[in-house]
């Protein structure tokens, strides 16, 4: 038997997650900032703990002290005033020289106004409490000269006025303390944040190595930083050691695979050439011819973009020269670019994908189009055609190696299905990919996006 929970319990534990969700989605995503948040979050709660405490305790304390102190010399005063067993002039020096106070005797009239208190101010609740012990009116002002403080206290002989110094009622050394704190806390902020630097700049290396790796970058990685990170460095090196075995083995594989099959076609062409001419040979000539073309573009798959290594590419003139190529097969073609011709790319692996997405356009429509542009980070390349275009719903299957869309594209020209999945695993190992969308030709745009 299950008991419900109630539903308060249901509700807060819901907006504990809410609350969660929303703290984590305005929480920094970087590993540097995270660790300096915590550093920095302790830090901070502890000083202002210590500031509190301080504040709170220690310099309200001590100003409490001096202040009574004060009010019990004024208090002092007042008697000897009050019981006239001294004159008014040896009570104001005497005051001076071991109170350090400046006295007068004001004629008897009502205290000024009481002066608006200041926001925060322990002195002036300080002083005003130990002065309500004296039971008389009294007028203080903590506020109009700030190294000194005046109090008026109506006595039996008149209004007893004192100027002393600050710091004789009130904690004045205490912001020291303060500027130490925040002091060493910002020098501690600064080690610590020279400190993650350099335990985060390991990591940001070994990330560009195998964003470089991917991309088929050179580049030169050597561990270094702590332990951990260290050996996820040699784990990285390693296994980009067995990767790049793998690809020679397979590239190997696919050398003598290519060497065998070409050697069987070139006999039956050979076969073929020893032959009568007639329609039988003809067709034949046309399946090895067909078969010579399916081969390279299994190859051309299996293959990839093999060992190549990227390097700057005039981007201009490698579209220029595809441009070229589809007028001279009869198809009208526009060309515009944009921003820097040149980008880092692996040039014989990127214009076979650029020339597989020309190629199907040219197989597909009768006007082309091609666009690029060259931004501070990314290369986009758009080509365009003005065929029967590719339905929603099949743009992502067309990517499938050996699919083929015959029923939605031109019949008459057939395919291994292999171009835009080539196409593509390019763009990918790049570190870009390919989308296909409505041209503006009225047919479709196949955009290649790449980061350079």
């Not at 299950?2 to 539903?7: E, F, K, Q, T, V």
């Not at 039996?156 to 004045?172: F, M, N």
């Not at 630097?197 to 050179?218: H, M, T, V, W, Y």
């Not at 060992?307 to 097969?329: I, S």
């Amino acid at each position: 038997m299950s008991i419900a929970l109630p539903s308060s319990l249901d509700r807060s534990r819901e907006a504990w997650r809410g609350m969660m969700r929303w703290l984590a989605a305005r929480m920094p995503k970087g590993l540097y900032a995270r660790s300096l948040l915590i550093v920095i979050v302790p830090m901070v709660l502890l000083q202002s703990a210590i500031a509190y405490f301080f504040m709170e305790r220690h310099w309200q304390t001590v100003t409490q002290r001096l202040s009574a102190a004060v009010v019990s010399d004024i208090g002092s005063m007042i008697d000897l005033l009050e019981s006239r067993q001294a004159p008014q002039d040896l009570i104001a020096a005497v005051a001076e020289r071991r109170f350090g106070f400046d006295v007068k005797v004001l004629p008897r009239e009502p205290l000024p106004p009481a002066l608006p208190k200041p926001f925060f101010s322990l002195l002036d609740s300080a002083l005003s409490r130990e002065l309500s012990e004296l039971r008389k009116p009294f007028w203080i002002d903590t506020v109009g000269n700030s190294k000194l403080v005046e109090v008026r206290v109506q006595t039996d002989v008149g209004v007893l006025r004192i100027l002393t110094h600050r710091s004789a009622a009130y904690a004045s050394n205490s912001h020291i303390f303060l500027i130490w704190m925040v002091a060493t806390s910002l020098v501690l902020l600064g080690v610590a944040i020279a400190f993650l630097r350099n335990q985060i700049r390991p990591i940001l290396r070994l990330s560009r190595a195998a964003e470089d790796f991917g991309k088929g970058r050179d580049f030169d990685f050597r561990p270094h930083g702590a332990l951990e990170v260290r050996k996820a460095g040699y784990s990285f090196i390693e296994m980009k050691r067995r990767i790049e075995r793998a690809i020679e083995q397979r590239t190997a594989m696919l050398n003598g695979v290519s060497h065998d099959l070409r050697t069987i076609l070139t006999r039956f062409r050979l076969s073929l050439a020893m032959l009568p001419d007639g329609p039988d040979t003809e067709a034949m000539q046309k399946d090895v011819e067909e078969m010579q073309r399916m081969l390279e573009a299994y190859l051309a798959f299996a293959r990839g973009a093999g060992g190549e290594q990227a390097a700057p590419t005039d981007m201009r003139t490698l579209l220029e020269e595809l441009k070229a190529d589809a007028e001279r097969h009869g198809h009208p073609t526009s060309f515009t670019y944009t921003g820097d011709p040149l980008a880092t790319v692996r040039p014989d692996a990127f214009k076979r994908c650029l020339t597989n997405l020309v190629a199907n356009a040219q197989r597909h429509g009768d006007k082309l189009a091609i666009e690029a542009t060259r931004e501070q980070r990314f290369l986009t390349v758009n080509v365009d055609d003005d065929g029967p275009g590719i339905p929603p719903d099949d743009r992502e299957d067309v990517f499938r190696p050996f699919y083929r869309l015959d029923e939605a594209r031109n019949q008459d020209h057939g395919g291994t299905g292999l171009g835009l999945a080539i196409a593509r695993d390019i763009a990918r190992a790049h570190g870009g990919d390919i989308s296909l969308g409505v041209s503006p030709l009225g047919g479709l745009r196949a955009s290649v996006r790449v980061p350079i």
